[in-house]
């Protein structure tokens, strides 16, 4: 009796002693691998984004005046498509485009791929479980002495064993890799930011395609004015043609006069068929960023354009990290390359595996089930990095180095987002200004040309006063043209770059079928950083709900960061 206790207490000493030493050892391997780690470097802070539009003559909202509320044509941003063009045709064109567009259904796939992503990442977090079944034979040599034990075994259902002998094993097995050092986690939420990522690239891309389809069809109003400003002149000038004729067939003038004059009716006939082509190939173009084959693009007339009679604002520079979706991506990939770099560190810390099992194995399946038959096991294995860990520290310095290629390229866009508002702001200033100008002076080339062509037509004047003040008001007419089709682009560019031109009308209403996300999106509290604005139209519409759900962790309303410049100080 005595015995058997100092076998047991022997035992627990032991056990305890065993456990000490691996729970020191554990220590040891913590301390050696995590007190190495590479020192990393800091990024250089950006420039600090002005407090209003600088360098435009009215385009901002004064400093310290309050933020337009979303609706007020205060900030053009928060106006609807529909709104701020006024077009019912270009409406429908945008609507068929944005559901038609191949570019944005690629976008869309690759949406899909990211939501894949975080489900691959998440489903790590979790432990593995297999179920196996194994069976076979093994015939040992009767000279072995694996082979000289087995003659010597009873067999339980009496006799000898056979010869060869089977064995089946039926297991049910577990392996975790335990997230001690939020690994998994943290490649979970990079995941989960570069999906909003590419949900913000994708509606980047909406406003793109918004801009280019409305500026290609304003171009259409405006080469079809040109056509009718050639037909105009080249009347004109037909009748001066057939004046000089009669003058010239009447004995009071030359053949010069008609050879001037012909020669430019048919300059402007071939410069007509010229503007045919580039009125076949922009209406091509819409056709294409609608997702439809060439076919005639019904439009407007130029006199009813009025987008570029516009005033709006552009409220406060601040504003454009809410509304600039290439923005908001790269403040997403900022996030996702700061997780990453977590993601390599944790890979200095030891690794901690835990692997069970549990089945029946039997060399006669008539016993498989039977009591004994069962079987269990389970084990943890403790790994840290601790000589040659080159591979893991180059991982480490490259996802710092690509940690601060996300700043600069986050303090580049919005760099880049201010110049463009600033370059549109100033461009429409100008192009008013110019096209006020441009006004006056075709009003004094028309009347310029009524007098030549008087004067000609009753012999007071030369021919060459005609044909000059024709070929000054057909130019002057085509350059007021094209600085109004340039103050339309400059408007439209602006409301781009602004941000606009994501939101359908003023309700905000959009096309679910369009902005649908393949995946439903459940928010909850929990901490992604930094955290933009989540995307209001990524829900699936009710009648068609995903059995897939990926939750999306955002913290509070970007609004509060009003004024920052930068995600690094």
């Known amino acids: 009796m005595r015995s058997s206790e100092s076998n047991c207490c022997g035992t627990s000493r032991r056990l305890v ?27 250089k802070p950006g420039p600090v984004m002005p407090d209003e539009f600088v360098g435009t003559a009215g385009g901002s909202v004064p400093p310290g005046a309050d933020r337009p509320e979303p609706g007020t044509p205060a900030n053009a941003a928060y106006l609807g498509i529909e709104e701020f063009f006024g077009d019912p045709e270009l409406f429908a064109l945008i609507v068929d485009g944005l559901d038609n567009n191949q570019e944005l259904r690629i976008r869309n796939q690759e949406i899909r791929i990211a939501a894949n992503e975080i489900m691959a990442r ?3 977090l979790f432990p593995i479980v297999g179920v196996g079944l194994l069976s076979g034979f093994d015939k040992s040599s009767r000279y072995t002495p694996l082979g000289a034990a087995e003659e010597q075994l009873p067999y339980p259902g009496g006799g000898a064993f056979p010869d060869p002998l089977t064995n089946t094993r039926m297991t049910a097995d577990l392996t975790w890799h335990i997230d001690v050092w939020r690994e998994f986690r943290n490649a979970r939420d990079a995941a989960r930011q570069r999906y909003v990522e590419a949900i913000e690239s994708r509606n980047y891309l909406i406003t793109q395609i918004v801009a280019e389809t409305a500026e290609n069809y304003f171009r259409l109003p405006a080469l079809d004015r040109r056509l009718e400003l050639l037909d105009q002149t080249i009347a004109i000038q037909q009748r001066s043609l057939e004046a000089a004729i009669a003058l010239r067939d009447a004995g009071q003038g030359t053949e010069l006069p008609v050879q001037r004059f012909l020669a430019e009716v048919r300059k402007n006939e071939s410069e007509r068929a010229i503007v045919a082509q580039q009125i076949v190939e922009v209406e091509n173009r819409v056709n294409f960023l609608v997702g439809r084959y060439p076919q005639r693009v019904a439009r407007t007339s130029w006199e009813s354009i009025e987008v570029d009679a516009r005033m709006f604002g552009a409220g406060f520079p601040a504003d454009l990290l809410l509304q600039r979706r290439d923005i908001r991506a790269a403040e997403r990939e900022l996030a996702a390359a700061g997780l990453d770099v977590s993601v390599a560190r944790a890979h200095f810390y030891p690794r901690v595996d835990l692997t069970a099992g549990i089945g029946y194995e039997a060399f006669d399946s008539r016993f498989l089930f039977d009591p004994g038959s069962f079987i269990a096991g389970a084990a943890g294995q403790l790994v840290a990095p601790l000589i040659n860990r080159k591979a893991i520290e180059a991982e480490y310095l490259n996802a710092n180095a690509r940690q601060l290629q996300a700043v600069y390229e986050y303090q580049r866009t919005i760099l880049q987002a201010y110049t463009e508002v600033v370059n549109s ?5 100008n192009y008013r200004t110019s ?8 009003r004094a080339l028309e009347s310029s040309v009524e ?5 000609f037509q009753n012999v007071e004047g030369e021919y060459l006063d005609v044909l000059f003040s024709q070929r000054d008001l057909l130019e002057a007419r085509i350059v007021q043209l094209e600085t109004r089709q340039e103050l339309i682009s400059a408007v439209v560019q602006t409301y781009r770059a602004l941000g606009g031109g994501l939101l359908l009308n003023e309700s905000g209403m959009q096309l679910p079928e369009l902005f649908r996300s393949d995946v439903l999106i459940r928010t909850r509290e ?4 930094p955290a933009p604005v989540a995307p209001p139209v990524e829900a699936l519409p009710a009648e068609e709900p995903d059995p897939t759900e990926i939750e999306i962790g955002f913290a509070p309303d970007a609004s509060s960061r009003r004024g920052q410049t930068s995600a690094v100080r």
């Open 17 to 43: 002693r065993n456990t000490a030493t691996c729970v020191l050892a554990s220590l040891l391997a913590i301390a050696a691998s995590g007190c190495r780690i590479p020192q990393l470097c800091c990024p």
């Open 122 to 124: 998440r489903s790590v």
């Open 425 to 429: 702001l100033r461009q429409v200033e």
């Open 435 to 442: 096209l006020a100008i441009k006004q006056e002076q075709v």
């Open 451 to 455: 007098v030549a062509t008087n004067l």
């Open 526 to 529: 929990e901490t992604v950083l």
